[in-house]
């Protein structure tokens, strides 16, 4: 541990949060494309991306310019403003199948306000998700919900028969069908070819909303997210981290024009601030060589694990849904709970901590997604493959 982060952490002792978590978030003090750099100045190549959120990397100099426009107009959170009307436009061109936009303060907030929308819309207060739902409260049991007034119930992620059948026996009670594309509470666990269109159909069948939990997976998987990946057109579809480019910002979009709700207080519109870095991110995602960069450095990140496992007989499986990726240590795929809970998730936990020393920033728990940005140049991905088998030899001369 450097001299400075030993001296802040024994004055942080009015932090405790801050004092308890160094061994697994860095103290950082800056962050630049594609690395974060803690409060000794020591570089990390940064795979967490914020939870998907540094899509563009970070301090991108677009962003960073259209922050500082908003800041040196001096207009606080609590005002309608003209970015409001700028943002619908340039979304309108990425999601053309929208007619109503909400924009909130953050990704929960806007959860909360689709879940009143919800209820209100059809008079029932039940809500169906999958099993693998993206770790953010909504996709949790009832008790630690975003509203533990709204009974969730769970059913096993991509298992059609028993998906279908609660949508079929629960349809006078249910209200929506929550659906995280990417199953981010066990990592990246993509659905089966054309499960989505027939979920889809499903829910249009036995009259429940389709709520697409587009948080992680908008704008990072697809331009178009998850549902233009897929060719499907949700009632509502939540979006947040990707778009923010770091900063808060939740975004609720739909098929059909919405008045406002009804009987609920008035919904607080997302800080100016945010609304005009969410356009920045947008005007340089508009270009496909940005995500043609991410497919090409997530290729040869993941081929070169796969390349460095095979040589050290190491059981590894990657998921991966475009520019987003998760690592299990197993030699089986992992389709759903029981497989992401039979890896060796141990096994894990030592490989990031060790990269972590390496210089390599990986999500320290396993089932958590990581993420390439379009700052991760070839050099930046051949690095980390240098560090991993570093590692992987030091791992496997302790283990002989």
Not at 146 to 168: Q, S
Not at 281 to 309: C, F, M, P, W
Not at 336 to 353: C, E, I, L
């Amino acid at each position: 541990m450097g001299r400075r982060q030993d001296e802040l952490i024994e004055k942080a002792v009015s932090v405790p949060v801050l004092r308890a978590g160094t061994d697994r978030v860095l103290v950082a003090q800056k962050a630049e494309g594609p690395r974060v750099f803690d409060v000794d100045n020591v570089g990390y190549i940064d795979y967490i991306g914020a939870g998907g959120s540094t899509i563009v990397g970070y301090a991108n100099r677009f962003v960073l310019d259209a922050v500082r426009k908003v800041l040196a107009r001096g207009v606080p959170e609590g005002f309608h403003v003209p970015q409001e009307v700028d943002l619908a436009e340039t979304l309108g061109r990425f999601l053309p199948w929208v007619a109503s936009w909400w924009f909130c303060q953050n990704q929960d907030d806007a959860f909360r306000h689709v879940l009143q929308w919800a209820r209100q819309r059809t008079g029932k207060k039940r809500f169906l998700v999958l099993d693998g739902g993206a770790p953010l409260r909504v996709g949790a049991p009832a008790d630690l919900a975003i509203d533990p007034g709204n009974p969730i119930r769970e059913v096993r992620g991509w298992d059609v028969p028993k998906i279908l059948a609660a949508l079929t026996s629960g349809s006078t009670k249910l209200a929506a069908l929550i659906l995280d594309p990417l199953m981010g509470r066990f990592g990246v666990v993509p659905p089966p070819d054309g499960v989505l269109e027939e979920i889809a159909e499903a829910c249009r069948d036995n009259d429940v909303l389709l709520v697409m939990d587009e948080r992680v997976s908008g704008f990072r998987v697809h331009r178009g997210g998850a549902c233009a990946r897929a060719g499907i057109i949700p009632d509502a579809a939540v979006y947040g981290a990707a778009l923010g480019g770091g900063f808060p910002i939740g975004v609720v979009a739909f098929r059909e024009v919405q008045p406002p709700l009804i009987g609920f207080d008035p919904m607080p519109t997302a800080h100016p601030v945010a609304l005009s870095a969410a356009d920045a991110v947008l005007s340089i995602l508009k270009n496909d060589s940005v995500y043609e960069h991410l497919e090409k450095r997530t290729d040869q990140l993941v081929h070169g694990l796969i390349e460095l496992a095979d040589r050290f007989e190491w059981p590894l499986t990657i998921n991966r849904v475009g520019s987003v990726f998760a690592i299990y240590l197993t030699d089986k795929p992992v389709v759903g709970q029981r497989r992401f809970k039979a890896s060796d998730g141990d096994g894990y936990r030592r490989f990031a901590t060790l990269l972590r020393s390496e210089g390599i920033l990986l999500p320290r728990e396993p089932g958590r997604a990581a993420f390439v940005s379009s700052t991760h140049g070839a050099k930046d991905v051949e690095e980390t493959l240098a560090a991993c088998e570093k590692v992987l030899l030091n791992l496997n001369q302790d283990d002989s």
